[in-house]
């Protein structure tokens, strides 16, 4: 069963500290998002990407944050330093985007940062 | 930006049919209109997606009016796992999703 995979599940960290968070989108997938959810903020957009080229990041905080697809099988999310407002839960999804709408996103379980 | 306006939230007792309504009055010519389910500590996960009219699968239906400024998802006796937060999103390319409708399930 094809799934989006995404490491770590659980972060907690000290502010200052560096963080990368992983996906592994399902094979065959050419477009990746990167979300962010907060209960004050919901489900933000941070930065998608379509066949590894960024799209748009205009989501992101510059300054701190960088998103990167070193290969199809792989999406990164930095934050480096982080801070205590980073703390949230970060997904990312992938789909197969064909220009007839975006069509079905299969989302990743999350990773859950915490950062004191 | 894309934007949809959703009720915060709607209760409903199993069994019954539930109907929430979205309205993105800005919808460009080509997008879809999509809805996602979300249940806590998951990602959201993906239900329907129309341009125009009707649209059903197995799990719900989409109501779509000839304007396109509205829509109403559609789910068919309810049951207490269908408790979560409803999301409607218009886009071609990029999604956006705005607060949902946190649907709670009574027995």
């Known amino acids: 069963d094809a799934r989006v995979t995404q490491t770590p599940r659980d972060k907690v960290t000290e502010m200052g500290q560096e963080v990368t968070m992983r996906c592994q989108p399902i094979?065959?997938?050419?477009?990746v998002f990167w979300y962010r959810q907060t209960m004050m903020q919901g489900l933000e957009l941070l930065a998608y990407f379509r066949n590894r080229a960024p799209l748009d990041d205009s989501g992101m905080p510059k300054d701190r944050f960088s998103a990167e697809m070193p290969d199809a099988t792989l999406a990164t999310l930095k934050i480096q330093p982080s801070e205590p407002r980073d703390s949230a839960v970060y997904f990312c999804?992938?789909?197969?985007?064909?220009?007839?709408?975006?069509?079905?996103?299969?989302f990743g379980e999350g990773s859950r940062l915490t950062v004191l | 930006l894309a934007k949809t306006t959703q009720p915060i939230s709607m209760d409903s007792y199993e069994g019954q049919e539930v109907n929430i309504t979205c309205s993105h009055n800005?919808?460009?010519?080509?997008?879809?209109i999509t809805w996602y389910q979300q249940f806590p500590s998951q990602g959201p996960r993906f239900i329907i997606q129309?341009?125009?009219t009707k649209v059903t699968n197995e799990v719900a239906s989409l109501f779509i009016p000839a304007d396109r400024k509205s829509s109403t998802l559609s789910l068919p006796r309810v049951s207490l796992s269908d408790t979560a937060v409803y999301y409607c999103?218009?886009?071609?390319?990029?999604?956006?999703f705005g607060t949902g409708t946190r649907l709670q399930v009574f027995p």
């Open positions: 999804a992938s789909g197969l985007v064909s220009g007839i709408g975006a069509g079905e996103l299969f």
């Open positions: 129309g341009y125009k």
């Open positions: 999103l218009h886009n071609t390319d990029k999604l956006i």
């Open positions: 094979l065959g997938h050419n477009t």
């Open positions: 800005n919808i460009a010519t080509n997008d879809y």
